[in-house]
């Protein structure tokens, strides 16, 4: 897992890791069981402090998108997420709107932000079956 | 009390009636990284001082992992490893031999520890100290430090005259060793975008006072740069308001809470609020050291007329 | 640790002392081998009044000159130990080491007055040893108790200028000081003298060392011994005061 983080950015560290780490495993290269680095080796890569790693951990863990064995070490979900949808639904709206605000500030069509959309979702899914052929190649 | 590494108490320090440290309660929790923060003689230097025991303060007092400054000052100095802002040594002395004469203080020094940062800061062992550049005084010392395997890290400009490779190294052992083994380290530097990277506590000191002292990702959550567009725009600081630049009809805002409610309240008023945003902690910290009214274009006839009325 | 430290930095100090005294020393020696030396043993008899002048006049010149070697050396340790702290800024590092700063004001103030001992005992075992040998029988014991009074004056120089280098933050003050304090005591008894006192200076110590180690049995209050070893323990006692209670 290569992780990359811009301390002065306005998105906070632990939320670059967060985003990082869920993009990892929405694009398959993280599958199910899979461990991560720990806390401490990934606090070092990135010469940032231990804590702020942690955080993002943890908050990925309450969003059952990882888990943590009680030795230590901190794997991908086996089932992704078991929410319910209304509170999948609802995490998502926030993105939603940003992305429906600023489409509209820059005078797109409701159409065109909706196939960018579906774009998106295709490459990760591409992405997906890439490393599924390489992980089948690799066996 | 009992998790807090340094606890300061209004801590006064006066020097020929100026006063270096005034009224100082500084706060560093066990295990954290904490970014002590400030302009050229703000006080960071004396405060670490009166800590070290290397001078004494004018009033108040301080513990330093549970044991009082002054009193118990040889069981806080059994646990500290500290770098000061001048490196220096015994100048006769090679590194070698500094090593030798520094372990024989502390029991729980590490042979090992010495070789392995030798060798990662590339320190060079056997040339007088006094022969060596500022970068590699600076790893010597650091060197030292290290090998104590202390609980509590003082470093004042730990990365004075190291190149961008030496810096690195320097923030990859304080990631690992220092924080991923749960010391206390306690940082006064002016590279603040390597604090920013690594501290998770901030202390903001100006004119011997504490400005500010938060976790880094609070104060980064809070802070925010408001630019609105108006008529009329409130133009005069507050509790909240750290900074007012205006140019004609546009206004900045420097926030330090509750920006959204800011922003709320200028839209009531009628204006575009354009933009909230995040700063980094380098503006953060400018804008709260900065005194003087800043002079733009839009309140610079104010300004004028207010100095030639007062004449 | 620092015990080690201090003797590291001293050694050419003390070396360069141990050869001026040895070499003074051995000069009074071949003194006495030529020009034949006081009532308690005779070597050679002197030939002529000029000769025996001319070996009193040598004589009380090599005395004095080992008294200034000695005093000479107890300044330059006294300053130099200490003042080497001040001079590269390294009490910074020193005092933020674990350690009371009373050891390391005393260990400091040890390793010099221990380097004092050897030159002095040196110089007094160089002359016992090439009298003995030049007489051919063992010389009288009671040179080795010339090393008492020596000590205790060299001592007091010592201490004095460790604490005035202190005090003042820098061998050269320090030095300056040591030296302004011996040219006072050199007068000072003189002064007395006209005001019907008597007083011993260090100067004092040295001519009496001096006269031991040439056999004579000059006498000595021994209270003036107890006097100054006290005098010598308050100036460690108030560096010790001084540095603990010194901004750094």
Avoid at chain 1, 82 to 110: F, N, Y
Avoid at chain 2, 34 to 47: D, E, H, P, V
Avoid at chain 3, 198 to 224: H, K, Y
Wanted: aromatic residues 8%.
């Amino acid at each position: 897992m290569l992780l990359h983080i811009n301390p002065s950015s306005g998105v906070p560290i632990y939320l670059q890791i967060e985003n990082q780490v869920k993009h990892y495993i929405a694009s398959g290269a993280l599958g199910p069981g899979e461990a991560l680095s720990s806390v401490r080796q990934v606090a070092a890569d990135l010469r940032i402090n231990p804590n702020t790693v942690a955080r993002a951990y943890q908050n990925l863990e309450r969003d059952g998108v990882l888990q943590t064995v009680p030795g230590g070490r901190t794997y991908v979900a086996e089932n992704p997420t078991g929410l319910l949808k209304s509170e999948k639904i609802r995490r998502l709206r926030p993105h939603a709107r940003q992305m429906a605000v600023e489409g509209t500030q820059l005078r797109l069509d409701p159409q065109e932000i909706i196939d960018l959309v579906w774009q998106e979702l295709n490459a990760l899914e591409e992405a997906h079956e890439r490393h599924g052929d390489l992980g089948r190649k690799a066996r | 009390m009992k998790d807090m590494a340094i606890w300061a108490e209004k801590l006064v320090k006066v020097y020929s009636q100026v006063k270096a440290v005034d009224q100082l309660s500084l706060h560093v929790p066990r295990g954290s990284v904490y970014g002590f923060l400030g302009r050229n003689g703000a006080g960071k230097t004396s405060t670490i001082r009166i800590l070290m025991g290397l001078a004494r303060p004018t009033a108040g007092g301080a513990t330093v992992l549970g044991f009082a400054i002054g009193r118990e000052q040889v069981a806080i100095l059994e646990r500290t490893a500290y770098v000061s802002e001048t490196k220096i040594l015994y100048g006769g002395l090679t590194a070698q031999e500094l090593v030798r004469f520094t372990r024989g203080f502390y029991p729980n020094w590490s042979n090992d520890a010495v070789a392995k940062y030798a060798r990662t800061f590339e320190t060079p062992m056997d040339r007088p100290f006094a022969k060596l550049s500022l970068g590699n005084r600076t790893k010597v010392c650091l060197l030292l430090a290290l090998a104590q395997r202390a609980d509590l890290l003082i470093l004042d400009e730990p990365t004075s005259g190291l190149d961008p490779v030496g810096v690195d190294e320097f923030q990859r052992v304080v990631a690992e060793d220092l924080a991923g083994e749960g010391r206390t380290v306690l940082i006064s530097s002016h590279q603040l975008a390597d604090i920013e990277r690594i501290a998770d506590w901030v202390g903001v000191i100006d004119h011997g006072r504490l400005l500010l002292e938060a976790r880094l990702d609070d104060i980064k959550s809070q802070f925010r740069l408001i630019t609105a567009a108006g008529a009329g725009l409130p133009q005069g600081k507050s509790a909240d308001i750290v900074s007012v630049n205006s140019d004609g009809d546009f206004c900045k805002y420097v926030v330090r809470n509750n920006a959204e409610a800011f922003a709320a309240e200028l839209r009531n008023q009628g204006a575009t609020v354009t933009d909230v945003s995040p700063l980094g902690l380098r503006e953060i910290f400018l804008e709260l050291v900065r005194k003087e009214e800043s002079c733009t274009s839009g309140n610079a006839g104010e300004i004028a007329a207010a100095v030639s009325s007062s004449i | 640790m620092y015990f080690w430290k201090c003797w590291r930095d001293s050694r050419g100090r003390f070396v360069i002392n141990l050869m001026l005294v040895s070499a003074i020393c051995a000069l009074v020696i071949i003194m006495e081998a030529k020009f034949g030396g006081p009532a308690s043993y005779q070597m050679s008899k002197p030939a002529s009044g000029v000769e025996n002048m001319w070996a009193t006049v040598g004589r009380m010149v090599l005395g004095g000159l080992v008294s200034l070697v000695i005093l000479f050396g107890a300044l330059t340790f006294g300053a130099g130990s200490i003042g080497e702290e001040f001079k590269e800024q390294t009490l910074g590092f020193l005092f933020t080491r674990p350690r009371r700063r009373r050891f390391l004001v005393w260990t400091c103030w040890l390793v010099g007055a221990c380097e004092l001992l050897v030159v002095i005992f040196l110089g007094v075992v160089v002359i016992f040893g090439g009298l003995t040998y030049l007489s051919g029988r063992v010389y009288t014991w009671r040179l080795l108790t010339a090393v008492v009074p020596l000590l205790v004056g060299a001592l007091a120089v010592y201490t004095m200028t460790y604490f005035m280098t202190a005090v003042a933050r820098s061998s050269e003050k320090g030095i300056s000081f040591g030296l302004g304090i011996l040219m006072i005591d050199l007068l000072l008894p003189v002064a007395a003298y006209f005001w019907h006192r008597q007083l011993t200076s260090i100067w004092d110590f040295m001519r009496t060392g001096c006269a031991w180690a040439a056999g004579s049995a000059r006498a000595f209050p021994v209270e003036q011994f107890i006097i100054y070893a006290a005098l010598t323990m308050g100036f460690v006692l108030g560096a010790q005061l001084v540095l603990e209670r010194m901004e750094v």
